[in-house]
């Protein structure tokens, strides 16, 4: 019987490893839906009341998660762009202030920075997990700078003690972006809880959902009452308030959004106990494969709940690139994405050419105030270079222990067949 080691690849001919297809995160095949979402839903439509200021799931929604999350305050929203707005409006920066925030991360941990009119100010990431360092963060910070926005990236947390110190020693307020990162934790604590401000998103694809929506949460009570505030048009729950303090939009979730919420809620931590399962299991089987890095937690103490399983190649101890690795594995049925969002996100266009605001470039272009801030390839080598070596690979509840020893077994397949 021929070892892996001797085996052709299927992108040259040779037997493809898997000839059935994986769960994913964003359809039913890779999602807990059943029952208890049809009853909860049942519940909200025999009611007649849709709208969370008649109606008790979402608030129910809300109580559960504070008591699941250890938080004193916990606000649902419309998405998790907005939960991270939410964040960013509690915060409450003027017109130019600063927020740090990390290149990795999707466009919505940026609107919600440009929408309050603040400067994102890209920090570099730490070149194995792709994820903001207080060494990284430190040399970013200004005279302007009004708080740091941490995005734990693919389920991985954050090394959250000395971010939080920094912050302290600064006068700044955390807030920590976990749309990617339910129940993940750092040193025993949760993704989201450590920092003054979580937030989340329930989008299809995350580790549970609502199709969309999101949650913001703090245990500060000042803060507290400023994201109620926030996403309700600048009025508490009842609505009765004539005269909002400030300015917020309206991101109120749907009575209909709370009842999957709080059934999906009770089934998160088997959720993610099995992407840590699986994921850190994947990683021990491919552990001595040359030029790969498994994608690991922090700290033995910490948590890695694999919204995706991305680990690193070694492109220099293998003979092919990013895009070859990925169309191999695709032929080997063991399918992986390249680069994850493939450039830092101030090298998307609308961020480099500041194309918000009409044409006014505002708050990046500011002539008043003599500013012009750019955003330019090269501004975070780390971040540049790891997207140039990640893999991305859906790891989720759905999956069994076969799979992924399948996968371990594709993988070991194509990175020893193209080891230098």
Known sequence: MQTVEQEQLAIEGGPRTVDYKFPTNSDISGRMFGDEEIAELTDVIRSGNLNVLGGPKVQQFEEEWKKTFGVKHAVTSTSGTSALHVGVLAVGPNPGDEIIVAPITDIGSIIAILYQLAVPIFADVDPISGIITAETIEPCITERTVAIMVVHLQGNAAVMDPIVELARKHNLLVIEDCSQAHMAAYNGRYAGTIGDIGCYSFQQSKHMTTGDGGMTVTNNDYLGERIMLAHNKGRGRSGRESQPPFL????????????????????LPTIT????????????????????????????????????????????????????????????????????????????????????????????????????????????????????????????????????????????????????
């Not at 917020?248 to 089934?267: F, W």
């Not at 470039?361 to 780390?382: E, F, I, K, Q, S």
Request: with cysteine; proline share 7%; net charge neutral.
């Open 273 to 420: 106990g099995l992407r840590t399962k699986w994921g850190n299991l994947l990683s021990d089987l491919v552990d001595d494969v040359p030029g790969i890095i498994p994608p690991r937690a922090p700290t033995p103490e910490s948590t890695h709940v694999f919204w995706n399983w991305c680990p690193l190649a070694k492109l220099e101890e293998l003979s092919v690139g990013l895009d070859d690795l990925s169309q191999a594995f695709a032929h080997e049925g063991v399918g992986f994405g390249a680069g994850y969002t493939r450039t830092p996100i101030y090298e998307y266009d609308v961020l480099k050419n500041r194309r918000f605001f009409g044409e006014s470039g505002y708050p990046l272009h500011d002539p008043a105030n003599g500013r012009d801030v750019r955003y330019y390839t090269g501004m975070c080598p780390n971040a540049e270079g790891i997207l140039k070596r990640m893999l991305v690979r859906h790891i989720n509840e759905k999956c069994t222990e076969e799979m992924v020893h399948d996968m371990a077994r594709a993988i070991r397949k194509v990175f020893t067949h193209y080891a230098k």
């Open 248 to 267: 917020a939009p309206n991101y109120r979730m749907t009575e209909l959004q709370g009842a999957v919420g709080l059934a999906q809620l009770r089934k």
